[in-house]
């Protein structure tokens, strides 16, 4: 069975600082997809990154990086120069081929200026 | 390019009445998925739709229902509402191919009295 876990539940940085955001998963699949979003006040998830288990193919938006440990099953993001506008609920998700998301349970990113 | 559009953005019912929620894609997108996202599950997969059929569905009674239409817009029904059915209902659209990236709605706000 798919399941993401984000163990930081909040974070607090200042204004340019860098942060970085924890995932880990878990999946018997060995190809599957991992995915960053985004959910800032208004609502919808904004897409960050997009990274497959079986090649490098990536894809990225932004000020942005990650680091995915395939051994350690962890996907972690991290944000570069950190600005206001970054205040967000940040969510990991993992999509296994051909199959939905299942979303982790999210990360409440507050940067103060 | 228009992102994807859902309406209402806010809805109050009354248990036991029934709701539908609209959703419409990107332009060209052809895949339509529903997301319920509430403080204690987090976001839950409902259900996809490819051209008119529902390629997959996720954990959740029989209630809950969909359909697409040959203009790849969407509708979510729900029958006789829970309380536990308050939540946002977020609709993501894409290409249909396998494990891409979603573009989000910004939700319907659903609240059951």
């Known amino acids: 069975a798919q399941k993401v876990t984000q163990a930081q539940t909040e974070i607090s940085v200042v204004e340019k600082e860098d942060v970085t955001l924890d995932c880990v998963y878990e999946t018997r699949d060995t190809t599957y997809y991992l995915f960053w979003y985004k959910q800032p006040p208004s609502g919808e998830l904004v897409f960050l990154i997009r990274?497959?288990?079986?090649?490098?193919q990536n894809e990225i938006s932004g000020r942005y990086s990650w680091n995915f440990q395939k051994s350690t099953s962890s996907f972690n993001f991290t944000i570069t120069a950190s600005q206001v506008v970054d205040s967000a609920v940040y969510f990991c998700?993992?999509?296994?081929?051909?199959?939905?998301?299942?979303f982790g349970p999210g990360t409440r990113l507050s940067v103060l200026p | 390019k228009a992102g994807v559009t859902q309406t209402p953005r806010y809805l109050i019912k009354t248990r036991g009445q029934q709701v539908t929620l609209s959703c419409s894609p990107i332009?060209?997108?052809?895949?339509v998925s529903w997301y319920q996202q509430t403080p204690g599950q987090g976001l839950q997969f409902l259900f996809e739709?490819?051209?008119?059929?529902?390629?997959n569905k996720g954990n959740f009674p029989g209630r809950f229902s969909g359909r697409q239409f040959s203009n790849s817009r969407s509708e979510m029904n729900v029958s006789t509402l829970e309380l536990g059915d308050s939540a946002l209902y977020l609709c993501a659209s894409s290409l249909g191919q396998v494990n891409e990236k979603l573009f989000f709605g910004s939700g319907t706000q659903l609240s059951v009295l």
């Open positions: 332009s060209g997108h052809r895949s």
């Open positions: 998700a993992l999509s296994e081929y051909g199959q939905n998301f299942v």
């Open positions: 739709y490819f051209s008119e059929t529902q390629r």
């Open positions: 990274r497959n288990s079986f090649d490098e």
